[in-house]
């Protein structure tokens, strides 16, 4: 058995159902966000499916599919968690369980202006893998944050078909586009929503609350020059670590559209471990 609910419906282009500014702080990395989008997730989600909750069924919960890097949803999915298992506790009953679909990407493309026929042929060159054995017969929740075309859907529930995977699956959504007269290019319109230069970049990573995901680190790697040093200039060393090995840990040094970036960082780190050593020794 499959269902689906949203929190949020997108109906009008020009009204927006949430704070499109927060929404967009919540794409490029901002935490505070992630947590206040789960809570209110969650709150709508039990009045329709508190039974189903209670049924006495194990839980999974997993996120959009990732491979090491997370996305937004990830943490979201991390945040809808923990309301989920307060109230599996209040009630007696087992806490969720954690899974995720590993995903390797093959594209640098933004899809978020594209169809649902070009975002399916995009990521169709993806591979994917998911522990069948894991969360086969249990209820499986996938949290996403927003539903424009249904092209992630689709794939997951190929992936579920592709493994034999049994059970019941709920698929969350934080928003979703119900109105099918909208150009699915809307997506990015919220995304990029208050991003409207570097800046806006740089304040984001420096914020109490920030974490890298998948959009923003894809988004740094694919800065020019100047910007990417104008960057670089304005973070922290420890950021600059962090998002080197994100970036290698997820193989984003073997494209060629990264590449040039990634051994900056590199080599910048090079320079700050060379600085220090001679700083110590004068």
């Not at 599919?65 to 923990?82: E, G, R, V």
Request: glycine share 2%.
């Amino acid at each position: 058995m499959k269902s689906s609910y949203s929190l949020h419906k997108i109906i009008h282009e020009n009204e927006y159902p949430f704070d499109a500014n927060e929404y967009s702080w919540f794409k490029f990395g901002d935490k505070h966000y992630a947590e206040k989008f789960a809570g209110e997730l969650f709150e709508g989600f039990i009045e329709k499916y508190s039974d189903l909750l209670l049924s006495n069924k194990e839980i999974v919960i997993l996120p959009s599919p990732y491979l090491s890097i997370p996305t937004a949803s990830n943490f979201l999915c991390h945040y809808f968690k923990k309301h989920l298992n307060c109230f599996l506790f209040k009630n007696n009953r087992k806490a969720s369980i954690e899974s995720k679909i590993y995903r390797n990407q093959t594209y640098v493309t933004d899809y978020g202006n594209l169809s649902f026929d070009e975002r399916l042929q995009l990521i169709s060159n993806d591979t994917y893998y998911i522990d069948q054995k894991f969360i086969n017969d249990k209820l499986c929740i996938f949290v996403d944050d927003i539903k424009i075309t249904g092209s992630h859907e689709h794939t997951v529930n190929k992936i579920l078909n592709q493994y034999g995977v049994k059970g019941e699956f709920v698929f969350v959504y934080f928003a979703e586009l119900v109105n099918k007269n909208i150009h699915p290019k809307i997506e990015n319109h919220y995304n990029y929503f208050a991003i409207k230069n570097l800046q806006d970049i740089v304040t984001i990573i420096n914020k109490n609350k920030f974490q890298y995901n998948t959009r923003i680190i894809k988004y740094i790697l694919k800065l020019d020059r100047e910007q990417f040093n104008f960057l670089m200039n304005n973070i922290s060393i420890a950021k600059c670590d962090e998002l080197f090995h994100l970036a290698i840990s997820n193989n984003y040094h073997q494209i060629s559209e990264y590449q040039t970036n990634i051994n900056q960082i590199n080599n910048y780190q090079l320079w700050q471990s060379t600085y220090k050593k001679d700083k110590e020794k004068i």
